[in-house]
């Protein structure tokens, strides 16, 4: 309620991904709106914890320019408690901002599974927790170099995205880039 600027485009944002994205997917997928719209509402709710919890590092870093991460350290709390809750107070925005992408998918023929939904969501708070104290970890170990935070983070962030094959299918990519599917394969198939 303090920054209602951050708030709003927290929230928008998946859906400028969803409405300047997803047509052009849709184009490229030969006008099939519902199919896209079943495998690229879940990337965008990977996008949001991505960049989501990734930002609670910047987070800290303010905090610790401003004092007010040193006036929380003298608090009667573990430091453990400290870093979980920042990381756990991520996933209020995230379950929201689901919700709205959902929301805002299901006229366009988003076809809804509720206990995958379920399941995808609790999938991705678990991996934003770790992610957090990832992002946390980083804002510490270079909080005297805040530029170096932000380019570990972007460096991390987008070939992460790309070379999951999130946005995009590697499948057409040229061969390095198939690595990863490779792999991936012979270990699914070595798991059977």
Known sequence: MRDPFSVIFSLVQPLVFLGLFGPLLVGAAGGDMAGTLQWFVPVILVMVALFGTASTGANLLFEMQTGSHERTLVAPLSRSALLVGRALKELVPLVIQS?????????????LDVPGLI???????VFGIGFGALSHSLALARRNRDWMFWMVRQTLLFPLMILSGMLLPLEDGPAWMQVGIVVGVRAMKRAR
């Open 99 to 111: 919700t709205i992408v959902v929301l805002v998918a299901l006229p366009f023929g988003f076809s």
């Open 119 to 125: 399941a995808g969501l609790a999938v991705l708070a």
